[in-house]
């Protein structure tokens, strides 16, 4: 019933710039918090950036000061601006989506994002 649609991916070098976006539909979807997980070759799949029902930001460590996560609750939106991104960025990137009421979660198909020189 929820569904999420990825872009953005892609092949980006070193210290360069790349903006993921997500958009999700869904009738039942009101409190909810949204944001991008990650999972890099060969690793786990890890949270990158959410904003929370709460309207609150939270990023992981390894990408604080580099990537910012925008939101639109009203027309039910991230956008995941990634700057000086390193090698270690590179990974399948899924939009991830939290019915806080329900508990039911949910995911894009993934994006793929290849930091490369």
């Known amino acids: 019933q929820v569904h999420l649609v990825e872009s953005g991916g892609g092949l980006v070098q070193p210290g360069g710039s790349l903006t993921l976006f997500c958009s999700a539909t869904g009738r039942d979807l009101t409190t909810f918090s949204m944001g991008w997980y990650r999972q890099t070759p060969g690793g786990r799949r890890e949270m990158v950036a959410t904003?929370?029902?709460?309207?609150?930001?939270i990023y992981s460590d390894s990408v604080k000061g580099r990537f910012t996560i925008f939101r639109d609750r009203a027309k039910k939106t991230v956008t995941l601006q990634m700057n000086n991104v390193k090698f270690e960025d590179t990974g399948i990137y899924y939009c991830?989506?939290?019915?806080?009421?329900?508990?039911?979660?949910?995911w894009g198909q993934g994006t793929q994002v290849t930091v490369s020189s």
């Open positions: 904003w929370t029902r709460g309207d609150m930001a």
């Open positions: 991830h989506v939290e019915q806080i009421r329900s508990g039911e979660v949910h």
